[in-house]
């Protein structure tokens, strides 16, 4: 018999007839839809867990040696920070800008401070405080 000659509906009438009722049903459109999203929550699970790992063991961005430390960072602009960065016995105070590192100052190496940052009386930062150390007093 020849596809030419009959067409596909000679070709479907010849098979066997568990091929006509899988051809005839079709791919289930709520089961490939499941795969999908199957597949979609592991992946995003697994980056999940990728970054948990990461964050517990402490694996740092850009590969750090034991020479240099970031101490501590504030943003001073939309894109400009002050970095102090602990370099052997010594604290450099750096800024840094888009495409620019600048020396600002050398201090002897210290200890951070453990107080947090003045917070504006009446702000909202000010109030989520007071009721974050209430909370701990009890």
Do not use: D, Y
């Amino acid at each position: 018999m020849s596809f030419a000659r009959h067409g596909i509906t000679g070709l479907l009438t010849s098979a066997p007839a568990p091929v006509l009722a899988q051809v005839a049903e079709g791919p289930s459109a709520a089961g490939s839809l499941l795969q999908v999203f199957v597949g979609l929550v592991a992946v995003l699970a697994l980056i999940v867990a990728t970054a948990w790992i990461a964050k517990r063991f402490g694996v740092m961005r850009g590969g750090s040696s034991g020479v240099l430390q970031v101490v501590s960072s504030t943003a001073v602009g939309t894109r400009e920070r002050v970095v102090v960065v602990e370099v052997g016995e010594s604290w450099l105070v750096v800024g840094v800008a888009p495409g620019s590192v600048n020396a600002l100052m050398t201090l002897p190496r210290g200890t951070a401070p453990a107080t947090p940052a003045a917070i504006v009386p009446g702000s909202f930062a000010a109030r989520l405080q007071q009721l974050i150390e209430k909370r701990r007093e009890k």
